[in-house]
């Protein structure tokens, strides 16, 4: 079992697909990491060498990955809400923050719906 930047990969998957298991690394990257690596993409994790192995760890350690990541995220989250950008002030109130609309959709982000009463008509 390959355990690399804190993870252990899925062994019964191919390489390419196993990387993506870390947080940070998706298709793309991971295709480039093999090629640069010179490991196959078709090569399942439990069939890599040790070899193999450490040259991905060390070439993902050069990377921002996992928790890092994580928390350069919520740093960066954290800073635009202390500046009061428009897509902090988005992140604080949980709208969505990419320029989708809220009227019918982002129920996930809203929560449950909340259903406002229509005013009373006096009867005569």
């Known amino acids: 079992m390959a355990r690399i930047a804190g993870i ?3 062994k019964e998957k191919r390489i390419a697909i196993g990387l993506t298991a870390i947080y940070g690394i998706g298709r793309a990257l991971a295709k480039r990491i093999l090629k640069e690596t010179r490991i ?3 090569v399942k994790v439990q069939d890599l060498s040790a070899e193999e192995e450490n040259r991905l760890r060390d070439k993902i350690a050069e990377m921002v990955t996992e928790g890092d990541l994580r928390r ?3 740093l960066d989250i954290k800073y635009q809400q202390d500046i009061g950008t428009y ?4 992140h604080k109130k949980g709208l969505p923050v990419r320029g989708q609309l809220t009227k019918t959709n982002s129920r996930t982000r809203k929560g449950k719906k909340k259903t406002v009463a229509n005013k009373k008509i006096a009867t005569k």
């Open 8 to 10: 252990n990969l899925p």
């Open 40 to 42: 196959k993409e078709d």
């Open 72 to 74: 350069k995220i919520q």
């Open 87 to 90: 897509r902090g002030i988005r």
